[in-house]
C-alpha cells in the first residue's frame, strides 16, 4: 500500500517534510518492527535517497535505532528516547488511529480488525493500550510485523 497522497496530511504541515511525516508515521505508529530503508521508501512511495538521507538524520540525533545485518540497514523507533511517547502520540493524533490501523493491516490475511476495549468506548487515558482484534490467516509472528 502506498501511503504517499497528493496533499500533505496534518503531520507533514506540522513537520514541513512529507518525508518525515512518512517515516514517523511508519516507525512511531503502532507497529515496533524494524524496516529496512528500501521497505520504507516503498510504504512511503518517496524517493529513496531523501529517505534514507533522513533516516541517517534521526539516527544521528537518536530519534530511531539502526542495526546493520551485511549490506542492509534496518531501522526502528528508539522506545527509550524521551520524545518518543510524544511524537508517538503526535503520530496517530495527526494520522489517526483508523488510519493507521488501516494501513498497517492492509494486507493479505487480514479478513476483520477492530478496535475493542476504553479506545473503542472513548474512555481512554494516556496510559491506555490499544485492545485490537484481528480475524484471518495470519500468524501471530506474521501479523506482529504489521502491528505491534
Known sequence: MNGKTDQPGPLARILSSQVRAEVFRLLFGLSESEFH???IQRRSGLAFGTVRQD???LEQIGLVKARRAGNRVYYRADRGHPLYKDIHSLVLKTAGLAEV???SLSVDGVQVAFVFGSVAQGKEGAESDVDLMVIGDLGRFELSAHVA
Do not use: C, V, W
Open 55 to 57: 533516516l541517517k538524520k
Open 101 to 103: 490501523l488501516k494501513r
Open 37 to 39: 530503508s528500501r521497505e
